[in-house]
């Protein structure tokens, strides 16, 4: 079955920690993203990659990292700069976000990460 | 620039009918629509393209006014199964691609 995972379902750090969120998909999409979601709120973009080894800062990307170094794999590094990370963190990836129609962004399942 | 929807929140009794609307201040290229259960990733629902006709697929439709810059989500015969949070995402032209997201309207159908 394609889709996309995310791995783990529930994360608990200590404040100062470094955490990292996996994402894996295999839908062959180029394209993935970070997205932070507080309840009440939408979502808010944190990292995006369109490429392989390319990725871009999205509306909130202090306090995060990312990495891309292959297709299908786009994990997230909360580190202890994040003032406040405590929250639901989704990753999405789409198959075509250059091409002349508009992309359809899938969603993985989603961490709660919650600091102690 | 956060697509701003209307109403925030909506109870149904079941087999009622609802319209849940997604308006933004620029100029739309595309509206996205998602349902999200709680604690679960949003679950696409369809795209409206600028100059696109209505999408729809059961009873669940909706359509892209180019003029007043916004989207309208149609729930019809409504089920238990609709309720969740739904959110518009939408695509601004020169923003790269990028989606912004409303706040959502939260919808609860009752028996």
């Known amino acids: 079955d394609g889709g996309i995972t995310q791995s783990p379902k529930y994360l608990f750090r200590k404040e100062g920690q470094n955490v990292t969120l996996s994402c894996e998909q295999n839908?062959?999409?180029?394209?993935m993203y970070w997205y932070r979601q507080d309840p009440g709120q939408g979502l808010r973009l944190i990292y995006y990659?369109?490429?392989?080894?390319?990725?871009q800062k999205g509306d909130i990307a202090e306090g995060y990292s990312v990495s891309r170094e292959k297709k299908e794999s786009f994990p997230l590094t909360v580190t202890s700069a994040q003032k406040n990370p405590t929250a639901f963190y989704l990753c999405?990836?789409?198959?075509?976000?250059?091409?002349?129609?508009?992309?359809?962004?899938?969603f993985g399942p989603g961490t709660r990460l919650t600091v102690l | 620039q956060q697509p701003v929807q209307s109403p925030q929140a909506v109870i149904l009794r079941e087999g009622e009918d609802a319209v849940i609307n997604c308006s933004s201040s620029?100029?739309?290229?595309?509206v996205h629509w998602y349902r999200q259960k709680h604690g679960e990733a949003p679950v696409f629902l369809m795209i409206?393209?600028?100059g696109g006709e209505q999408k729809g697929h059961e009873k669940i439709s909706a359509s892209f006014n180019e003029k007043k810059q916004q989207s309208s989500l149609y729930l019809t015969a409504s089920q238990l199964s609709y309720s969740g949070t739904y959110f518009c995402?939408?695509?601004?032209?020169?923003?790269?691609?990028?989606?912004?997201w409303g706040l959502g309207t939260s919808l609860a159908v009752n028996p």
């Open positions: 999405a990836s789409s198959t075509n976000p250059q091409g002349s129609i508009p992309d359809t962004q899938y």
């Open positions: 839908l062959n999409h180029d394209a």
């Open positions: 990659s369109q490429i392989v080894n390319d990725f």
């Open positions: 620029k100029a739309l290229y595309s």
């Open positions: 409206l393209l600028k």
């Open positions: 995402g939408t695509e601004n032209a020169g923003n790269n691609r990028k989606l912004i």
